[in-house]
């Protein structure tokens, strides 16, 4: 992503918001609905069927959930989520999910648009966020009505009328985006999203004493040294007694490749940016080379350009997840070869597969199978060298290349199963030692070197959340400040009811980056920052601006 150069403040002071909303996926979406005078209530005529929730609830149902005791109402409720006002808002949503019931939503939403909180919503794209550059075809690990967001019936939307199984009830990212699209305009959040738009900097400013202007480390900022935010008696003070506000900075793309800078002064800022920014990378040699990929979308389209097929060397396929084991399939679909490999056992108890029932997701069981008992028959090689326990490199391309794998045999018996596709081999308990630019990948066992031929490889390890925008890569903000942010390892370290980071108030984050890597959960994130700021700007008197929002693109 190009970054545009900006050493020039705009003429006009910049408009300040309460809360700008960085990312357009389903976590900014819910949290915008939520934000533009959207309230749940108990609904009247529903029960739900936990009967200490259910006694709670109606002790204060005159009130929005919004404006009650998150913690009161969460205490005690387990479920698939570490956090507890996600698992209130889903079980709130779908009542006893997790036991395999349907039963409907106990919420009733009423909206209230003189209590609209004027927000924006930068979106790299249409809203939706990273749904839109999903295989269309793949289907979601989630139930439908799991990714659906509060207020319209994810089945209403996109079935037209049509009947589903209990296996065809995910859906495809195409049906996703296009529900996340339609959600926006149907609920009348438009007015609040500005597409296209690529957030370069945001930093935390402060204005001092009287007469000076606001501060980032860098010199004042507006001509003569004047502050261009005006701010009130008691907002965002900080500790030193300066008062705080976010500084926005970034580009919207518009016709094209025109770029056009703009410069947003915010209270609040909420990081709802996902995971799927920078793909993990191996960091082995050649992986930089052009035939090593990071994205399953490069095995698409390399088959609809006719680039591989039945006849061409194997593709590697790197990763024990599901968008692996999508590769796979999508190999296997288009009878290209493929050899898996991955670092972990075929029983480790921590493999994704375990988890998923075999009636909803059998491509999936599919691929396990076949990861299970196809496996790679290991040769002798104790003549490779080492050092020090590990390959030399000079060993690893001798000119002893593995022939074209083969399964073993004596698991595929003992899986008391069939080939499911003779052309796919795994290679449990191993890693990719290097790429080289003879097309070759070399992959160490537990006690052997081995090198095989292959057209394209696909390195799908995770992804990381991409926060360059932020001081230091946004990694102070992590649960370990000395290390990077990772959702699964290294999650943003946030209040657990207020989603606000203990490490900078008024910065919010939620859905991947907090840990909820599903929509089912990310919602939660939604709840508790509307929940805070909500009560916050009311306690402060100021809450809240007519009806209306910010209209997108006003601000440049």
């Excluded at 108890?349 to 999936?364: A, D, S, V, W």
């Excluded at 008391?416 to 796919?424: A, C, K, S």
């Excluded at 809450?543 to 910010?550: H, P, Y």
Aim: proline share 8%; with cysteine.
């Amino acid at each position: 992503m190009p970054l545009l150069e900006e050493t020039t403040v705009p003429r006009e002071h910049p408009p300040t918001l309460p809360v700008v909303i960085i990312g357009n996926g389903p976590s900014g979406i819910c949290l915008s609905y939520l934000l533009s005078g959207y309230k749940p209530y108990l609904d009247p005529s529903a029960v739900h069927p936990n009967p200490v929730l259910y006694r709670k609830l109606q002790e204060t149902r005159h009130l929005p959930i919004t404006e009650q005791d998150l913690e009161y109402l969460s205490e005690g409720l387990e479920g698939r989520s570490g956090n507890p006002v996600a698992v209130l808002f889903d079980t709130l949503l779908h009542p006893n999910a997790d036991f395999g019931y349907e039963f409907p939503p106990v919420l009733q939403w009423r909206r209230d648009k003189q209590q609209h909180l004027p927000h924006l919503v930068l979106g790299r794209a249409t809203p939706g966020g990273a749904w839109h550059v999903m295989e269309g075809s793949m289907l979601t690990i989630s139930l439908g009505i799991w990714m659906e967001l509060p207020g319209i019936n994810y089945r209403d939307l996109t079935n037209n009328g049509k009947c589903r199984g209990v296996t065809n009830d995910r859906a495809t990212p195409e049906e996703i985006s296009s529900y996340y699209r339609n959600y926006v305009k149907l609920m009348g959040l438009k007015q609040n999203f500005v597409d296209n738009t690529y957030v370069t900097s945001v930093q935390k400013l402060f204005r001092g004493h009287e007469g000076e202007g606001l501060e980032n480390g860098h010199g004042g900022l507006g001509e003569g040294g004047k502050g261009v935010y005006e701010g009130r008696e008691g907002e965002g003070v900080d500790e030193g007694g300066g008062v705080g506000l976010w500084e926005v900075r970034g580009y919207q793309r518009v016709q094209g490749d025109t770029h056009v800078p703009f410069c947003l002064f915010s209270e609040n800022v909420v990081l709802a940016t996902g995971a799927s920014d920078s793909p993990a990378q191996l960091g082995v040699e050649g992986e930089d080379l052009p035939f090593v990929f990071h994205s399953i979308s490069a095995l698409g389209l390399a088959v609809s350009r006719k680039k591989l097929g039945p006849n061409s060397d194997p593709v590697l396929i790197v990763g024990a997840g599901l968008s692996a084991a999508d590769a796979v399939l999508c190999a296997c679909n288009n009878n290209i070869s493929v050899l898996h490999v991955f670092r972990k056992h075929v029983d480790d108890p921590g493999l994704i597969f375990k988890q998923l029932p075999k009636t909803l997701y059998p491509e999936y069981h599919k691929v396990y199978h076949m990861m299970h008992s196809q496996t790679h028959a290991t040769p002798n090689m104790a003549a490779t060298s080492t050092t020090n326990g590990l390959p030399s490199m000079a060993a690893s391309v001798c000119s002893k290349m593995c022939s074209k794998p083969q399964p073993t045999t004596t698991n595929m018996a003992a899986s008391g199963g069939p080939v499911l596709f003779p052309d796919y081999t795994s290679f449990p308990e191993h890693c990719v030692v290097s790429f080289q630019p003879d097309m070759k990948c070399v992959l160490q066992g537990s006690n052997s070197l081995k090198a095989f031929k292959i057209s394209m490889a696909l390195v799908l390890i995770g992804t990381h959340p991409n926060l360059f925008f932020l001081k230091g890569q946004g990694q102070y903000l992590g649960l370990d400040p000395t290390k990077p942010i990772s959702c699964k390892q290294n999650p943003v370290d946030v209040h657990p009811y207020t989603f606000e980071c203990t490490k900078d108030p008024g910065l919010f984050a939620m859905g991947p980056l907090v840990g909820d890597n599903f929509v089912r959960f990310l919602k939660g994130g939604a709840l508790g920052i509307a929940s805070c700021l909500l009560k916050r700007l009311k306690k402060k008197g100021k809450l809240i601006a007519e009806g209306g929002g910010v209209g997108g693109g006003e601000f440049i």
